[in-house]
T-cell receptor, first 115, second 112 residues
Framework: DAGVIQSPRHEVTEMGQEVTLRCKPI?????LFWYRQTMMRGLELLIY????????DSGMPEDRFSAKMPNASFSTLKIQPSEPRDSAVYFC?????????????FGPGTRLTVT | GNSVTQMEGPVTLSEEAFLTINCTYT??????LFWYVQYPGEGLQLLLK?????DKGSNKGFEATYRKETTSFHLEKGSVQVSDSAVYFC???????????FGTGTRLQVFP
């Protein structure tokens, strides 16, 4: 298995631009998580899905952030408009309750820089 | 609510030294406990886990024992290597919950 795939690996954009981060979970996993990691705030859970349905989006910082999962093999996290304080590494992770329950498998992350 | 507390870092050691990274938790019910490791420039990866009291998780020379009486899951390794330099995260999941609760992470730096 290729593991969790994220794209792009690096993104540099200007303030005010729209940014879309992409994630392909491990095949057969029914949970997908989006995290943000910064030096100041550590690792934060933004939102997670079960069977493509958002379960908890309480970690989404504000309305500028949105996430979708149109099917079991693809999810996006969108920031519109982006701001310099959104600069962080964004991780996607997936898991399955039918495998080793609650073990999450992380992607390599997308490093976002907003100038 | 459920929470995980880790010791502050960085932890700085010489190669072959003994490592302990403390982790305590607060949870209702009977959580599963995990240690994840993040190497520079990479995502987190599962290092070891324990699913019930007195279980010992082990991997790559690292060990941690699920201690219900002290609500702890301390990570240990008898002899660290430079390649162990990374950030280590303790985490728990509560049965019936879908998500993991992570600690703040502890940076380990091992020097030759």
């Amino acid at each position: 298995d290729a593991g969790v795939i994220q794209s792009p690996r690096h993104e540099v954009t200007e303030m005010g631009q729209e940014v879309t981060l992409r994630c392909k979970p491990i095949s057969g996993h029914d949970y997908l998580f989006w995290y943000r990691q910064t030096m100041m705030r550590g690792l934060e859970l933004l939102i997670y899905f079960n069977n493509n349905v958002p379960i908890d989006d309480s970690g989404m910082p504000e309305d500028r952030f949105s996430a979708k999962m149109p099917n079991a093999s693809f999810s996006t996290l969108k920031i519109q408009p982006s701001e310099p304080r959104d600069s962080a590494v964004y991780f996607c992770a997936s898991s399955s309750l039918y495998g080793s329950a609650y073990e999450q498998y992380f992607g390599p992350g997308t490093r976002l820089t907003v100038t | 609510g459920n929470s995980v507390t880790q010791m502050e870092g960085p932890v700085t050691l010489s190669e072959e030294a003994f490592l302990t990274i403390n982790c305590t938790y607060t949870a209702t019910g009977y959580p599963s406990l995990f240690w994840y490791v993040q190497y520079p420039g990479e995502g987190l990866q599962l290092l070891l886990k324990a699913t019930k009291a007195d279980d010992k998780g082990s991997n790559k020379g690292f060990e941690a024992t699920y201690r219900k009486e002290t609500t702890s899951f301390h990570l240990e390794k008898g002899s660290v290597q430079v390649s162990d330099s990374a950030v280590y995260f303790c985490a728990l999941s509560d049965r019936g919950a879908d998500k993991l609760i992570f600690g703040t992470g502890t940076r380990l730096q091992v020097f030759p």
